[in-house]
């Protein structure tokens, strides 16, 4: 029977977390490894939570650390799983109805104070000193606002043979009365149930006209090929998502698409890509809190400054790829990336010093940057591309 490690980052959601956690715990498929990583939480219960849930339920392991974003929360988990980290028991004696708790030894650059573990989980006092992580056959990410359909988990490993991802639909749910324009990624893909390779991917984004593709919570993956990748999630970023889906779809040889809905997507005010005013934000941000005087501003910086990101680090990784699929590649996605990493030369203040590094990228990709430095000639060409695009492909189908 294979086993699913799942990894959950927790920020500030004790409003949503048992609903999140009640989901993967009944889920009908058992054999789970889960990953619960605390990132700094600063409300009054989402940490406890955590706490009440790792007592009761021996597949669950939880890492309390500092706060340093979502993609260093589930590098833990893949770093985990991986076994790179090593462990002491601070623990000594197991108790009834105690957590047992754990020291990180060795290499601990995203500062985690400590491990946990129901005492259930051990029958005697050497499993302490002996513990070590598990292994796994696949992986899978969950927001700690989201959650499962029962079966997610059942109807993704019956789809696992002989493919490296199963990519299934989220369902939104919209939290009060927020509401914005939303739709499942794989639902824009127009797909049937089916296998697809990474090239097929990659024309069927051009051909729709996906210019963004992203993958966390939207699929499971097989761990042996994950580990070969050494794919990580940037640090400090918002939109790692769309690197880290971009380059684990490029490199895999099999896609299963399963167009069903598996995951609930919630869309709360409030969240990471939805900062609004009033939002406390964590600590990893505070020098942008300080760079700048209003949300828009730090919430566009940080937008663009994460595109910046993802678009240079891919350039970094098509170099050494083959030809064909880097040009598909840069075909489908390299555009809207440049778009939106060069709003950040409309900003006057630029505290992580990106503009001069983006200069450079742009010299190589976008001869003509310099003349849309303006904003109105910025927009035009903007919209021109936009018109282009469009008519081409109604030409094509033609």
Known sequence: MKTVGVVIPIYNVEKYLRECLNSVINQTYKKLEIILVNDGSTDKNSFNIAKEYTLTDTRITLFNKENGGQSTARNIGIKYFNGEYSFKNRTKILKENSLIEFNVEGDNSYKVYSMYKSHKAFKNEKELKEFKNPNIDYIIFLDSDDYWKVNCIEECIKRMNGVEIVWFKSEPYFEGHFRKKWSSLLELYNYQERIITP??????????????????????????????LRLKFIDRIIHEDHHFGMLLFFQSNLIYVFPREMHIYRIRQNSTINISKGFKYPNHLKDLVKAFDNYDTIKQ???????????????????SQNKKGADLFKEAFFDHMIENAFKIFFI????????????????????????????????????????????????IKK
């Open 199 to 228: 090239i097929e991917w990659l024309k069927r984004s051009i051909e729709y006209n996906i210019t963004s593709f992203y993958f966390i919570w939207s699929g499971m993956i097989d761990f042996d090929f994950l580990k070969s």
């Open 301 to 319: 910086y940080y937008s663009s400054a994460s595109i910046f990101f993802v678009l240079n680090l891919s350039i970094i990784f098509l170099s």
């Open 348 to 395: 006057d203040n630029d505290p992580w010093k990106l503009k001069p590094r983006l200069s450079i990228v742009l010299n190589n990709y976008f001869i003509f940057w310099k003349f849309f430095k303006n904003k109105k000639l910025f927009l035009l060409y903007k919209y021109f591309r936009k018109i282009t695009k469009f008519l081409t492909r109604v030409l």
